[in-house]
C-alpha cells in the first residue's frame, strides 16, 4: 500500500461544475496536507494547504481533511478548462517526510 | 520577490557524462528539498537540506548522485557518469520550514535527458 493514494483518472467534469478530488494517506500521525496544481510540463504550484480537520476554502477552492478516515479531499466550483491540470496530494508525515501521491488528472470540458 | 530558481532548464547529455543541476531558493527559506519526477508520477523524493546540512539523503538512487549547500543558499545535485534511466525532471523546491509552516514551493525544473 502507498503512503498517499489519488486516482490517476482521467476525471472529466463539465464546465460550470464542481470538481471532486480526493486523497487518502496510512500514516496516521500526518499533521500537514497540500494540494498542488500541475500543469503539462510545468513544475508543482501550492494551491491549498490544511492543517486540522474540517473545510478550509480559497476562492473556487475547498480543503477537507479527515483526519480520522485518514483522508483529503479538494473541490474546485465553477470548474473552468484553465483548471484542467494534474492535482497533485502531499503529505507530511509524522517523521516530517513530504510524501506524495501520483496525481489525478482533471480535465475541464466546455 | 523572486521564487525558486533552477538552471539549466534543459540538459542533454551522452552517457557517462558528469552533469551539474543548479537551484537557487527563496531568499529567508531554509529548507531546500531535490526531487525527480518521471513522466504521470509525482515528485520522488532525493535529498533534503536544511542550511547547509543535508539531513535526509536517503533518496538518492545511488553513489553517482551528490547534493552540496554549502552557504545554506545555492544547491547544487551533481549526477556522475549518466545513465539513461537518469533521464527525467529534477525539481527543486523551499521552505521556511519553522513555526509550523511547511509549504514548498518548487522552481521550474531541469529536465534531463541521457542519450
Known amino acids: 500500500q502507498k503512503e498517499v493514494e489519488q486516482n490517476s483518472g482521467p476525471l472529466s467534469v463539465p464546465e460550470g461544475a464542481i470538481a471532486s478530488l480526493n486523497c487518502t494517506y496510512s500514516?496516521?500521525?500526518?499533521?500537514?496536507f497540500f494540494w498542488y496544481r500541475q500543469y503539462s510540463g510545468k513544475s508543482p504550484e501550492l494551491i491549498m494547504s490544511?492543517?486540522s480537520n474540517g473545510d478550509k476554502e480559497d476562492g473556487r477552492f475547498t480543503a477537507q481533511l479527515n483526519k480520522a478516515s485518514q483522508y483529503v479531499s479538494l473541490l474546485i466550483r465553477d470548474s473552468q478548462p484553465s483548471d484542467s491540470a494534474t492535482y497533485l496530494c502531499?503529505?507530511?508525515?509524522?517523521?516530517?517526510?513530504?510524501?506524495w501521491g501520483a496525481g489525478t488528472k482533471l480535465i475541464i470540458k466546455p | 520577490g523572486a521564487g525558486v530558481s533552477q538552471s539549466p532548464r534543459y540538459k542533454v547529455a551522452k552517457r557517462g557524462q558528469d552533469v551539474a543541476l543548479r537551484c537557487d531558493p527563496i531568499s529567508g527559506h531554509v529548507s531546500l528539498f531535490w526531487y525527480q519526477q518521471a513522466l504521470g508520477q509525482g515528485p520522488e523524493f532525493l535529498t533534503y537540506?536544511?542550511?547547509?546540512?543535508?539531513?535526509?539523503k536517503s533518496g538518492l538512487p545511488s553513489d553517482r548522485f551528490f547534493a552540496e549547500r554549502p552557504e545554506g543558499s545555492v544547491s547544487t545535485l551533481k549526477i556522475q557518469r549518466t545513465q539513461q534511466e537518469d533521464s527525467a525532471v529534477y525539481l527543486c523546491?523551499?521552505?521556511?520550514?519553522?513555526?509550523?509552516?511547511?509549504?514548498?514551493?518548487f522552481g521550474p525544473g531541469t529536465r534531463l535527458t541521457v542519450t
Open positions: 490544511i492543517y
Open positions: 500514516d496516521r500521525g500526518s499533521q500537514s
Open positions: 523546491a523551499s521552505s521556511m520550514a519553522t513555526g509550523g509552516v511547511y509549504e514548498q514551493y
Open positions: 537540506f536544511q542550511n547547509e546540512a543535508q539531513l535526509d
Open positions: 502531499a503529505v507530511l508525515n509524522s517523521n516530517y517526510q513530504l510524501i
